[in-house]
Every structure is written in structure tokens, then in C-alpha cells.
């Protein structure tokens, strides 16, 4: 099971920092990544993971600004989140698929087995 946290209310330019803990099984066999869904949008991928945390992905929109990375002996996944603007303002999501260590590193919500509960991010301007 994974548990997304850290969503809250926030001022434009501000920070927050998500995290997506997983109990039962480990995450060193996953690739795990960040999700997104505003109201009448489609979920979209904003970073993602490998297993073993030395590949990283982010989308366009968030690069500079966020930065995913993880703790496998914490069993975590964390998403700093600086310079947040109203466009960010969503559903937040983690996800895990389990992968071999040399699979290509995919961002696609489709690829992503495992989700956790949302955790909602606003924006305020």
C-alpha cells in the first residue's frame, strides 16, 4: 500500500514537500512516480523514479521546481515541490510499478500499477 502526505494550502511561490510511504512490501523492486489531476483534466505524470533512485524524469512544467527523489530504507518517496504557482494547484497522486533494474524509466499513469490515495495541493495567488 502506498500513503501520499503533505498536501495543504499554500501562497504562490511557496513550498511543499510530498511523500509517498509504503507499508507491507518494499520499494526497492519499483519504479515509483508523481501524479496529478486537476478537476476536468486528465491525470498527468509530473516526476518519476528508478528503482534504484539514480534516474529521474519531470515533466517540462515542473522542471527546476520539483524535484522527486527517494529513501528505500524509509520505504519513501519525496516530492519538493518550490516555486508553486496556481497552475499546480491538484490531486496529487503516487504510484509504483515493479520493474527490473535496467527498465526504461517510463512516466506514463497507464505503465503505474500501484496507487496511492490522493493528497490535495492549492495554490493561492
Known amino acids: 500500500q502506498l500513503q501520499a502526505s503533505g498536501g495543504g494550502l499554500v501562497q504562490a511561490g511557496g513550498s511543499l514537500r510530498l511523500s509517498c510511504a509504503a507499508s507491507g512490501d518494499t520499494l526497492n523492486n519499483y519504479a515509483v512516480g508523481w501524479f496529478r489531476q486537476a478537476p476536468g483534466k486528465e491525470r498527468e505524470g509530473v516526476a518519476c523514479?528508478?528503482?534504484?533512485?539514480?534516474?529521474?524524469n519531470h515533466a517540462n512544467s515542473v522542471e527546476g521546481r520539483f524535484t522527486i527523489s527517494r529513501d528505500n530504507a524509509k520505504r519513501t518517496v519525496f516530492l519538493q515541490m518550490n516555486g508553486l504557482t496556481p497552475e499546480d494547484t491538484s490531486v496529487y497522486y503516487c504510484?509504483?510499478?515493479?520493474?527490473?533494474?535496467?527498465?526504461?524509466?517510463?512516466?506514463?499513469?497507464?505503465?503505474?500499477?500501484?496507487w496511492g490515495q490522493g493528497t490535495q495541493v492549492t495554490v493561492s495567488s
Open positions: 523514479i528508478s528503482r534504484g533512485g539514480g534516474r529521474t
Open positions: 504510484a509504483a510499478r515493479r520493474v527490473i533494474l535496467t527498465a526504461p524509466l517510463i512516466c506514463d499513469p497507464d505503465e503505474f500499477d500501484y
